[in-house]
């Protein structure tokens, strides 16, 4: 089976750029999470849709930070513009939420480089 | 915001030993998951628990969910070195929708 997807694995940007990070979240699955991991903060949640709504927006940092989940198949987490602080590694997870049931499978992550 | 503690942030074993690694909180949560991650990769879930209490296996790797809801361990039986990586522990809050909380992670290191 197909885990989730994210695409580029890696992204090399100057500052002021709009970046894009892509997700594929597993088939069939019907909640996505988007999580930035960095030395220092540890795995953060950015934000997490459930049947494509936008559920909880809070840990997404600032205005500069935006994510759409057009269908049930495809995530963007988009940042315009990118800064240095924003280089961080960031992933994508998804899960099949029903009866209680949380686990979360991660995708293999973009390692975003903003200098 | 809530937090799950792990200690140490590092551990260091011989191959062939045993570990055990501990996650704790001040809240009570519902659900228990231990994830493991690799340089370069995304977690990969190792073992999810449910109910308070519960005992789950998964090849050499055991967690428990504690009965007071506050924390949970997991331990590594007979290391070998690919078991090295960060091992994170992530629960569920009653009332959190689908959100999980994760520990800091403990990176574990084994020795040939």
């Known amino acids: 089976d197909a885990g989730v997807i994210q695409s580029p694995r890696h992204e090399v940007t100057e500052m002021g750029q709009e970046v894009t990070l892509r997700c594929k979240p597993i088939?069939?699955?019907?909640?996505l999470f988007w999580y930035r991991q960095t030395m220092m903060r540890g795995l953060e949640l950015l934000i997490y849709f459930n049947n494509n709504v936008p559920i909880d927006d809070s840990g997404m940092p600032e205005d500069r930070f935006s994510a759409k989940m057009p269908n049930a198949s495809f995530s963007t987490l988009k940042i315009q513009p990118s800064e240095p602080r924003d280089s961080a590694v960031y992933f994508c997870a998804s899960s099949f939420r029903a009866g209680g049931y949380y686990e979360q499978y991660f995708g293999p992550g973009t390692r975003l480089t903003v200098t | 915001g809530q937090q799950l503690n792990q200690s140490p942030q590092s551990m260091f074993i011989q191959e062939g030993e045993d570990v055990s690694m501990n996650c704790t909180s001040s809240?009570?949560?519902?659900?228990w998951l231990w994830y493991k991650q690799e340089p370069g990769e995304g977690p990969v879930l190792l073992i999810a628990?449910?109910?308070?209490?519960e005992l789950t296996s998964n090849g050499r790797l055991t967690a428990q969910f504690g009965i007071t809801r506050k924390d949970s361990f997991l331990n590594i039986s007979a290391s070998i070195p690919s078991d090295v990586g960060i091992y994170f522990c992530?629960?569920?809050?009653?009332?959190?929708?689908?959100?999980?909380?994760f520990g800091k992670g403990i990176t574990l290191s084994v020795r040939p």
């Open positions: 088939s069939g699955h019907n909640s």
């Open positions: 628990l449910y109910k308070a209490g």
């Open positions: 992530a629960g569920q809050l009653t009332g959190a929708n689908s959100k999980l909380t």
């Open positions: 809240s009570i949560f519902n659900t």
